[in-house]
Structure formats: C-alpha cells, structure tokens
Nanobody
Framework: QVQLVESGGGLVQAGGSLMLSCVSSGAYFRARHMGWYRQAPGELRELVALITVTGATNYADSVKGRFTISRDNPKKTVYLQMNNLEPEDTANYYC?????WGQGTQVTVSS
C-alpha cells in the first residue's frame, strides 16, 4: 500500500503564500500522474491541480495564475506553491496518485 504524506499547511493571512509537499512511499512515483485536491467543510472534494508523468499541468480556474504544481521524481515528492491566497482557499488539501490518498493538510486563510 502506497503512503502519501502531505505537509506544509497552516494559517496565513489573505495575500500570503504557502508551499505544500506530498511525499510518496511508492516505488513507481515517476510513473504516476499526481494531483492536489481540496475539501472545505460541507463541500465536495475538488481537483486543484494535476501534473502528469511528462510534467504537463492543469489547474482549476479558481487557482490559475496563483498556484503552481511541480514534482521532483528522485525525491518522490509533489509540491503545490500557493500564492496570493484568498479566504476561499481555506480547506483540507490532499494529494492523490490515482489510487491512494494522503491524510490531508489543513490550509486556513484569514481575511
């Protein structure tokens, strides 16, 4: 069973930045598309950003121009750089490799 461990969440003021990290225990990390999702209380989990095995990226419209997803295959880590954060970005953020979910890391943006 692959384990995904997220870190980097926290409390930040609107306009601030955070970088989330997700480390995979999987032996085939470089062969997995990786995604960041988020879920706010009472809301459905939604895709925030995706990075493919070739490095192509895709973003939710709400975060385009503010968030950047990247990966480091030797470190088996995927990152989510979040800039110009808004209160609406407050959620629990999860990474996903197409099969396994991490436990999530909480991001809270105060106005």
């Amino acid at each position: 069973q692959v384990q995904l461990v997220e870190s980097g969440g926290g409390l930040v003021q609107a306009g601030g930045s955070l970088m989330l990290s997700c480390v995979s225990s999987g032996a085939y990390f470089r062969a997995r598309h990786m995604g960041w999702y988020r879920q706010a209380p009472g809301e459905l989990r939604e895709l925030v950003a995706l990075i493919t095995v070739t490095g192509a990226t895709n973003y939710a419209d709400s975060v385009k121009g503010r968030f950047t997803i990247s990966r480091d295959n030797p470190k088996k880590t995927v990152y989510l750089q979040m800039n110009n954060l808004e209160p609406e970005d407050t959620a629990n953020y999860y990474c996903y490799d197409g099969n396994s979910w991490g436990q999530g890391t909480q991001v809270t943006v105060s106005s």
